[in-house]
């Protein structure tokens, strides 16, 4: 491997001679006032899961309501269409914003380094406002479950800096991608 098959990346680099493995990724917008005109984070998000030569497996929107973002998430997981769920909106402080709330207690495993890289990244961003998000992640039946703030510049770094390296399946010195076929061992 030459210099040439290497490109530095957030955190490690990327083996540009190995191939990508396309993951399934869906994205859901939680958001009482967002549709498929307005849900500029959905949009930015489906763009670059896209861009990174992902597969959009599906993409939804949902009221800030517990039961709501449970079905949608539920549903593709249980049809197997999934790798990778990405959330946006509903991590914030106030009183609808409940998506940690629904999907938490799904998890069964929490992706606690997940929470502090988001907000290491995203400090650097907007400084100390980044402490009024309650982003999360975790694994719920063998598919990854990120939860981001909805705000276009959250979903960014959220994806630019951190998600899309970690379903890239050259990204050394490891990935999600390579642990995928593990989830579900007992």
Not at 32 to 49: F, K, Q, Y
Not at 73 to 85: L, N, P, S, Y
Not at 111 to 130: A, D, K, M, R, W
Request: aromatic residues 4%.
């Amino acid at each position: 491997m030459s210099d040439a098959d290497v490109l530095p990346a957030p955190g490690g680099k990327l083996l540009l001679d190995h191939a990508l493995t396309p993951v399934r990724v869906a994205v859901l917008t939680v958001s009482d006032t967002r549709d498929d005109e307005t849900d500029t984070s959905g949009a930015i998000l489906a763009e670059r899961v896209k861009a990174a030569g992902h597969q959009l497996a599906g993409k939804a929107i949902v009221p800030d309501d517990v039961e709501a973002i449970r079905a949608t998430v539920r549903g593709w997981i249980e049809a197997g269409a999934v790798d990778a769920i990405i959330t946006t909106g509903g991590t914030g402080l106030t009183g609808r914003d409940v998506t940690p709330e629904a999907l938490e207690p799904l998890f069964d495993k929490r992706i606690e380094g997940f929470s502090v890289v988001f907000h290491t990244v995203s400090y650097q961003t907007i400084g100390l406002s980044t402490l009024q998000s309650r982003a999360t992640a975790g694994i719920i039946g063998g598919v990854f479950v990120f939860c981001l703030p909805g705000s276009n510049g959250a979903v960014r770094d959220g994806w630019d800096k951190v998600i899309r390296w970690q379903l890239d399946s050259r990204h050394r010195p490891c990935n999600l991608v390579e642990i995928m076929p593990r989830l579900m061992e007992t």
